[in-house]
Structure formats: C-alpha cells, structure tokens
C-alpha cells in the first residue's frame, strides 16, 4: 500500500524559508513523477512542482518560480520542498502527491497524481 507522509510544515514570518519532506512507502518509485500541490482556504487545490524520479527535469509554478526549489532522495523514497522568500500568499495545505504514469493529464495537473499524501499547513505571517 502507499503511503506519503509530509513533514516540515508550520508558521514562519514573511520572507523566511522552511523546508517540506515527503516520505514515500510502500513500492518502487521510480518511473514516478513525484510532487507538491497547496490549497488555500476557499480555493481550488493547485500545483506548486514536480520532479521526475531522475531528479534532472523538473516544472514550477509561475508563481513560486525562483524562490521554491524541490528534489528528491531516491535512496530514501523522499521529496523535499525547499521554500524561501515566503510570501503570506504561500500559506495554504501543502499536498505531496506520485504520478505513476497510469493516469492521463497534464504533469501539472491533479488527476495525473494518482497517490496523495494528507497534508502539511503552512503558514505565512505578514
């Protein structure tokens, strides 16, 4: 069964950084995109970034372009989320969530992730 299991979510000041994990269990993820989704209060649920398992390509939101920075330990089935210059408009859940591939879509899109983990808050004070 896989599990993702976020960690590293919290409140920090506007301008600060925090750094977010996912820890994968449960298959091989290889072949898996692996990435980060938000959800603000009153919002859709939407993309952040992604990475292939490779770790050598790798899409961002227009939006945390240049500040957000994500990777990933295949050794460990980890993923992690380097945020710095946050903005109070980065507060929201983070999501991570793996595309194996067998679901069709777009890389930056919800239904091409077919494994979800349950949510980390971040929280952005201004």
């Known amino acids: 069964q896989v599990q993702l299991v976020e960690s590293g979510g919290g409140l920090v000041q506007a301008g600060g950084s925090l750094r977010l994990s996912c820890a994968a269990s449960?298959?091989?993820?290889?072949?898996?995109?692996m990435g980060w989704f938000r959800q603000a209060p009153g919002k859709e649920r939407e993309f952040v970034a992604t990475t292939w398992w490779s770790g050598d390509v790798t899409f961002y939101a227009d939006s945390v372009k240049g500040r957000f920075t994500i990777s990933r330990d295949n050794a460990e089935n980890t993923v992690y989320l380097q945020m710095n210059s946050l903005k109070s408009e980065d507060t929201a859940v983070y999501y991570c969530?793996?595309?194996?591939?067998?679901?069709?879509?777009?890389?930056?899109?919800?239904?091409?992730?077919?494994?979800w983990g349950q949510g980390t808050q971040v929280t952005v004070s201004s």
């Open positions: 969530a793996a595309s194996s591939g067998r679901l069709r879509g777009a890389i930056t899109a919800r239904a091409r992730y077919d494994y």
């Open positions: 449960g298959r091989t993820f290889s072949n898996f995109y």
